[in-house]
Each structure stands twice: as structure tokens, then as C-alpha cells.
């Protein structure tokens, strides 16, 4: 990946945190793990950098039930 590519994902990161933001959930980080992955707390719950990418590709942040979603990403094997 480019350095465009980083800089997109960054801008993406930005946004999808903002918008969980704004419906009221805490969110911090990012924090690195000693593998290298890129996680995020979001509401008591950790969020790799990958998963926090999917929920708008999905359209998943549109939803006011964001702790129904981080129900799902917990239960999935990362």
C-alpha cells in the first residue's frame, strides 16, 4: 500500500471513530498490541483497526445499536 493508501485509511479510521463519537460511545487509541495490530477501546470493548474499518464499508454505523454491534465483533475469532 502507497503512502496514499495509508493516508486514505487514516482519514477513514478519523471518520469512523467520529461518527461512533457522535453517537455518544467513547473511543480511544489506537494502541499497538506487540503483534503489531492496531487496536482501539470502543465502549469497554477492543476493536482492531480492521474490524473499525468494516463498520461503515458495511454501512453498519447508520445503525443507533452500536453496542449490539460490538456484541458481534467480540463473538467473531479475530
Known sequence: MGILGYR???KDLR???QTIRNHGTPVSGPYRRRTGTLIFSV????VTKDE???LPR???L?????QEILGEIGKTPA
Not at 465502549?43 to 477492543?46: G, M, P, R
Not at 447508520?62 to 452500536?66: I, P, R
Open 58 to 60: 458495511d454501512g453498519r
Open 8 to 10: 486514505k485509511q487514516r
Open 62 to 66: 447508520e445503525t443507533n445499536n452500536l
Open 43 to 46: 465502549a469497554d470493548c477492543v
Open 15 to 17: 471518520s469512523a471513530m
Open 52 to 54: 473499525l474499518l468494516r
